[in-house]
């Protein structure tokens, strides 16, 4: 897959992301291209857009991206793409996989997405003494999605179906 480099708002090299990203930033006017490949071109009925090799942000963003990302309840509905846990269903709480009573701290390992009725039946309980499995293991999100939760909260972006990316060149 083609990554794009990101620059901060200060030209500060920040990460790489998908073209499929790149482009979705480039679209949600969140960053303007600063280099794009010298011959490809994504064409559709309206549109023609470079191909971004660099693309900076409009707006500084204060994340450490080297590091780990800052977390937050809002950026583990993200990460979980506001999906339930348990059952996959919309989530729009929190659950501390290991309850807050037992000592569960406000980690990414320890944090999941849950829905209402999941987070109520499971309360201060650990899964396993709940009897409720974790449909995947919660996990730290990578410099890319971190990225994106600092720019504009969506980990998971969507690019018109008619904008076709070319193929690498
Ligand atoms: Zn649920």
Known sequence: MRQTLVLNASYEPLSTVSL???????IQHKADVEHEHPALRMRAAAVDLPVPQVIRLRRYVKVPFRQRAPWSRRGVLVRDRHRCAYCGRRATTIDHVLPRSQGGRDTWLNTVAACAEDNHRKAARTPAEAGMRLLSEPFEPSPADALLLAVGG?????LPEWLALPRAA
């Open 20 to 26: 499929r990203r790149a482009v979705v930033l480039v």
């Open 154 to 158: 969506q980990a998971e972006v969507t």
